[in-house]
């Protein structure tokens, strides 16, 4: 393994970008050589906070650094990925890895092509909440997520930050990517509803997954809530599993031959993203395999995108009815 600091840099420091600059600069086995934003003086602001160089230029960023992370808008993720993956820099790009399939494949080739490390920003991977359940999860039988937050304040500009796509694509993809993983079967099947309410796009959405192995997902996610709330709950054959990612805590109930046990279950709480900033940078020196690697993350977006499809079909069906029975 490479034993020395991986300079890395961060394009986009909005709201979530102001936190990977913030970590790297933090981390022994990396340094923070510069920060670029389309907004100079908001990079310039962020540079001088965390003691590093606000540079006017990707090009410039990308000749500087061996790893970055890409926190800018979803839609324009292909753009700068492709951007550092062609000038050798390895990645790690925010949820969602793009919002086309074919801007997501094309930047998994691109990395395969010059070996190098792409992960993706699915930080609720990260969670300590996910660690204890992957290590007590068998099977899981029937699963419900949950995942709800206010709408995201204005920016200067700009419109509120991620609904420049459907919440699918914003939110509920951390659900997606995560029940694919713990599920490990092919969907057979699922059904979504979705509607917009404050943007162009569905801003509160659900979805029933049922997998080729017989286990079912109920998702719902929103971004009109007036509360934030990121919970799971797991059912298996030998227990019941409720988990919150946001308070890191969470209880169990087990069978016993009299009665139903619930326990608190022992969680070692962290900061997820300082946990995915450090693996990435691990995986970069030991050029090792990420936990959600490029093509995880595209086979989250198949869904998503399907999803949303579906969503969209379905609206358009209703109003082709409406405007029968009103003709």
Not at 31 to 49: F, K, M, P, S, T
Not at 183 to 195: D, I, M
Not at 200 to 223: K, M, Y
Not at 277 to 285: K, N
Request: aromatic content about 6%; hydrophobic content about 40%; glycine content about 6%.
């Amino acid at each position: 393994m490479d034993s020395r600091c991986i300079r890395v840099g961060v394009v986009g420091v909005g709201s979530l970008g102001q936190w990977h600059a913030r970590i790297y600069s933090e981390l022994p086995a990396a340094e923070l050589v510069g920060v670029y934003d389309i907004n100079q003086a908001r990079a310039e602001e962020i540079a001088r906070r965390y003691r590093t160089r606000a540079i006017p230029d990707m090009a410039e960023l990308a000749g500087m650094v061996e790893a970055a992370s890409i926190v800018v808008p979803a839609d324009k993720h292909f753009e700068a990925a492709v951007h550092f993956l062609e000038r050798g820099v390895h990645l790690l790009v925010e949820k969602p890895i793009a919002t086309r399939m074919a801007d997501a494949e094309a930047m998994v080739a691109k990395a395969q092509q010059k070996n190098l490390v792409l992960q993706v920003g699915h930080v609720e991977r990260f969670n300590p909440v996910l660690k204890f359940l992957e290590g007590i999860l068998v099977r899981p039988r029937f699963i419900e997520a949950h995942r709800l937050q206010p709408y995201p304040p204005a920016r200067a500009g700009q419109s509120p930050r991620g609904t420049e796509v459907s919440v699918v694509l914003d939110l509920m993809i951390h659900d997606l990517e995560i029940i694919l993983h713990l599920v490990r079967s092919p969907v057979r099947e699922f059904h979504a509803v979705g509607v917009p309410v404050l943007s162009p796009s569905e801003d509160i959405a659900n979805v029933r997954l049922e997998f080729e192995n017989g286990c079912v997902a109920n998702v719902t996610t929103s971004r009109i809530s007036p509360e934030n709330l990121r919970k799971i709950r797991v059912f298996q054959e030998d227990a019941y599993i409720s988990l919150d990612y946001e308070k890191q805590a969470g209880e169990i109930y087990c069978k016993t031959q009299t009665r139903i046990e619930r326990s608190k279950v022992p969680i070692e709480k962290g900061e997820p993203l300082k946990n995915e900033l450090t693996a990435f940078v691990e995986c970069v020196r030991a050029r090792g395999m990420p936990v959600v690697s490029g093509e995880q993350a595209a086979e989250a977006l198949k869904l998503a995108a399907a999803i949303c499809r579906q969503i969209r079909d379905s609206d358009r069906r209703q109003m082709t009815d409406d405007g029968r029975q009103t003709g």
